[in-house]
């Protein structure tokens, strides 16, 4: 593994971040219980006037219903609380008045106020005088609160009876505190008690934690497998088949998962353009012609004496039509050349109980190894007799000759004979399985699968699938790497896109006997 992967980078930022935590800790908890802090709360404020102004009416006796002005009058518990980590003394208020702190209900007016305190702190009691600066006055909206000491964890509350506004109207209290502050803190239940850990401790905590598990987590997870043998790195390019493609593109992923630094791109033209590309790097270097490698279906043509092939695997082909064409039985093998070579032009004329539709036959162009090993395997070596007449297989256009279109891809075909009812085409399997709106055709009575192949069913449509290469690969090279990769790890990939390695023993005979 390299020094600088993104995994040690991640983790290496992971450990210094829990590091800086825990140093960040230290000095927070060295620094801050110097500090002196008084923390205030609202506990409660509940209307008891009947507040039908703002829809919360409620029932009401005695004084609550006697007295003028209350008909809009509300109940405050502040609670005011030492929650820093030393005592605060009667000198440490800041203020120049009287009183140490000032309680301000906005928009409201003070009607009467009463003092609790928990049981064992009777002695604040004694601060809550006029000569200590306990008070308010008549009509305001401020309350004077003396300067109460309060050992580390004390509190006291204050009941405030109040009229002339309603519920949720801002409260604060104002005053300082030398070398701390005063703050809101949280809401709570009138028995909760302050928090053991201040915000910012609980935050690194936190951060320790999670620097912790995911460390532990990098550690439990991460793949220390050594690649597997023969990986190298570079470019690589992956030309040729399009029926193939697919197992090409999975097989290069998991390539490049498994050895780092490895490039292989997957360019799918069609077998005989891939190889003709190939085969256009004769003049080049060496390690030009080393970077590429052209996958065919079947044998190919155009290879000349400087390129070699290698058997990878037996794709197994099916012949496809549009799924309203209904074909009982499948078609037998002279139905098909009856139909390619354009005697017969509606599918009526093959079997009277069928529609009469036109037969489209959507086709591959010449570069297409699936076009090449369907004229060798199912049409016995003849060509496609029925000439190329649109594009795009438009059947408007003259209704008196076949119609038949050459494509690019197998998925272009797939996907236009889904679309047009009365079309015909071919496709390697697992490209045709999976696409929507056609029907797998049987040939022979056999049907298009790898069990018919292996089991030596009359099926008669499959091929050799070859990765073609200037020459054999250089020792050292990614083209080399990869092949021998495919062959030895590839098996399971391979069978899944339905085709049969040429690495097993069994594989090896069909490959062979199919050459």
């Given at each position: 593994?390299?020094?600088?992967?993104?995994?040690?980078?991640v983790?290496?930022?992971?450990?210094?971040?829990g590091?800086?935590?825990?140093?960040?800790?230290?000095?927070?908890?060295?620094?801050?219980?110097?500090?002196?802090?008084?923390?205030?709360?609202?506990?409660?404020?509940?209307?008891?006037?009947?507040?039908?102004?703002?829809?919360?009416a409620?029932?009401?006796?005695?004084?609550?219903?006697?007295?003028?002005?209350?008909?809009?009058?509300?109940?405050?518990?502040?609670?005011?609380?030492?929650?820093?980590?030393?005592?605060?003394g009667?000198?440490?208020?800041?203020?120049?008045?009287?009183?140490?702190?000032?309680?301000?209900?906005?928009?409201?007016?003070?009607?009467g106020?009463?003092?609790?305190?928990?049981?064992g702190?009777?002695?604040?009691?004694?601060?809550?005088?006029?000569h200590a600066?306990?008070?308010?006055?008549?009509?305001?909206?401020?309350?004077?609160?003396?300067?109460?000491?309060?050992?580390?964890g004390?509190?006291?509350?204050?009941?405030?009876?109040?009229?002339?506004?309603?519920?949720?109207?801002?409260?604060?209290?104002?005053?300082?505190?030398?070398?701390?502050?005063?703050?809101?803190?949280?809401?709570?239940?009138?028995?909760?008690?302050?928090?053991?850990?201040s915000?910012?401790?609980?935050?690194?905590?936190?951060?320790?934690?999670?620097?912790?598990?995911?460390?532990?987590?990098?550690v439990?997870?991460?793949?220390?497998?050594?690649?597997?043998?023969?990986?190298?790195?570079?470019?690589?390019?992956?030309?040729?088949?399009?029926?193939?493609?697919?197992?090409?593109?999975?097989?290069?992923?998991?390539?490049?998962?498994?050895?780092?630094?490895?490039?292989?791109?997957?360019?799918?033209?069609?077998?005989?353009?891939?190889?003709?590309?190939?085969?256009?790097?004769?003049?080049?270097?060496?390690?030009?012609?080393?970077?590429?490698?052209?996958?065919?279906?079947?044998?190919?043509?155009?290879?000349?004496?400087?390129?070699?092939?290698?058997?990878m695997?037996?794709?197994?082909?099916?012949?496809?039509?549009?799924?309203?064409?209904?074909?009982p039985g499948?078609?037998?093998?002279?139905?098909?050349?009856?139909?390619y070579?354009?005697?017969?032009?509606?599918?009526?004329?093959?079997?009277?109980?069928?529609?009469?539709?036109?037969?489209?036959?959507?086709?591959?162009?010449?570069?297409?190894?699936?076009?090449?090993?369907?004229?060798?395997?199912?049409?016995?070596?003849?060509?496609?007799?029925?000439?190329?007449?649109?594009?795009?297989?438009?059947?408007?256009?003259?209704?008196?000759?076949p119609?038949?279109?050459?494509?690019?891809?197998?998925?272009?075909?797939?996907?236009?004979?889904?679309?047009?009812?009365?079309?015909?085409?071919?496709?390697?399997?697992?490209?045709?399985?999976?696409?929507?709106?056609?029907?797998?055709?049987?040939?022979?009575?056999?049907?298009?699968s790898?069990?018919?192949?292996?089991?030596?069913?009359?099926?008669?449509?499959?091929?050799?699938?070859?990765?073609?290469?200037?020459?054999?690969?250089?020792?050292?090279?990614?083209?080399?790497?990869?092949?021998?990769?495919?062959?030895?790890?590839?098996?399971?990939?391979?069978?899944?896109?339905?085709h049969?390695?040429?690495?097993?023993?069994?594989?090896?005979?069909?490959c062979?006997?199919?050459?």
């Amino acid at each position: 593994m390299e020094l600088l992967s993104a995994e040690n980078v991640v983790a290496v930022a992971t450990a210094l971040a829990g590091i800086a935590a825990s140093a960040v800790m230290v000095w927070y908890e060295r620094r801050v219980p110097r500090r002196k802090r008084i923390g205030y709360r609202v506990q409660m404020d509940n209307p008891i006037g009947d507040d039908v102004a703002s829809g919360r009416a409620n029932v009401r006796m005695g004084i609550f219903d006697e007295a003028p002005g209350m008909h809009q009058a509300t109940l405050v518990l502040l609670r005011i609380e030492n929650d820093g980590s030393q005592g605060i003394g009667h000198d440490d208020y800041t203020s120049r008045e009287l009183h140490g702190l000032t309680a301000v209900f906005t928009n409201r007016s003070i009607r009467g106020v009463s003092v609790t305190q928990p049981p064992g702190t009777d002695h604040l009691m004694s601060h809550f005088t006029p000569h200590a600066g306990f008070g308010y006055d008549p009509g305001g909206n401020t309350l004077r609160i003396p300067r109460v000491p309060l050992n580390r964890g004390e509190h006291f509350k204050v009941l405030v009876l109040l009229s002339g506004g309603d519920v949720g109207c801002d409260i604060r209290l104002i005053g300082g505190i030398r070398d701390g502050e005063v703050h809101p803190n949280r809401s709570a239940t009138p028995d909760d008690k302050p928090p053991l850990f201040s915000r910012a401790a609980r935050l690194i905590t936190i951060m320790l934690t999670v620097s912790v598990l995911t460390l532990s987590t990098m550690v439990v997870v991460r793949d220390d497998s050594p690649p597997p043998l023969g990986c190298e790195q570079g470019t690589l390019t992956i030309t040729g088949s399009t029926a193939f493609a697919p197992v090409v593109r999975d097989l290069a992923k998991e390539y490049e998962k498994d050895c780092e630094g490895s490039t292989i791109s997957v360019e799918a033209r069609g077998s005989s353009a891939g190889v003709g590309e190939l085969a256009a790097l004769e003049g080049e270097s060496r390690s030009e012609r080393a970077a590429m490698i052209a996958f065919h279906d079947g044998p190919s043509k155009r290879a000349d004496g400087t390129l070699t092939h290698l058997p990878m695997a037996l794709s197994v082909f099916a012949l496809v039509v549009n799924d309203a064409l209904k074909l009982p039985g499948g078609l037998t093998l002279a139905d098909v050349r009856r139909i390619y070579s354009g005697d017969i032009t509606h599918w009526d004329q093959l079997d009277p109980r069928l529609p009469h539709w036109r037969i489209v036959l959507v086709s591959r162009d010449a570069d297409s190894g699936t076009r090449q090993v369907f004229q060798d395997q199912v049409l016995d070596g003849t060509w496609e007799g029925v000439p190329s007449t649109s594009l795009d297989c438009d059947i408007r256009t003259d209704r008196s000759a076949p119609v038949r279109c050459e494509l690019d891809s197998t998925e272009d075909v797939l996907e236009k004979v889904a679309e047009i009812r009365g079309a015909i085409g071919y496709s390697e399997l697992n490209l045709a399985t999976a696409q929507r709106n056609i029907t797998r055709v049987p040939l022979d009575g056999a049907t298009a699968s790898v069990a018919a192949v292996e089991e030596a069913t009359p099926y008669p449509y499959f091929g050799v699938e070859y990765a073609y290469t200037h020459g054999d690969p250089p020792g050292g090279s990614l083209a080399g790497s990869f092949l021998d990769y495919i062959r030895n790890s590839g098996e399971s990939l391979i069978r899944a896109h339905d085709h049969v390695p040429c690495s097993t023993p069994e594989g090896e005979r069909l490959c062979r006997e199919s050459a």
